[in-house]
């Protein structure tokens, strides 16, 4: 069964860093593509950030420039380091991957930029 535990998430101060980090148990994880979405308190849930098995990466223009997004297939975990952070940055950060045709969560990371 896939499972995604995801950490790193607090307060920060706008213009701060911060990163998260996702573990990965359950799946062939050096051969899946990994994903991070966000929730806003009201807003429906949006991509962030993917990295592919051959470690592609792609991420939403509301980030770009200001967000890494990295893997370790030793250690089955994908990171997200943040930096630039702004208030429109708060929401509950989600690791995702989709395999045989379903589309897997952690249980999310808030992360809270204050002005």
């Known amino acids: 069964q896939v499972q995604l535990v995801e950490s790193g998430g607090g307060l920060v101060q706008a213009g701060g860093s911060l990163g998260l980090t996702c573990a990965a148990s359950?799946?062939?994880?050096?051969?899946?593509?990994m994903d991070w979405f966000r929730q806003a308190p009201g807003k429906q849930r949006e991509f962030v950030a993917t990295i592919t098995s051959s470690g592609s990466t792609d991420y939403a223009a509301s980030v770009k420039g200001r967000f890494t997004i990295s893997r370790d297939n030793a250690q089955n975990t994908v990171y997200l380091q943040m930096s630039s952070l702004k208030p429109e940055d708060t929401a509950v950060y989600y690791c995702s991957t989709y395999r045989q045709f379903s589309r897997y969560w952690g249980q999310g990371t808030q992360v809270t930029v204050s002005s």
């Open positions: 359950g799946v062939s994880f050096s051969i899946v593509d």
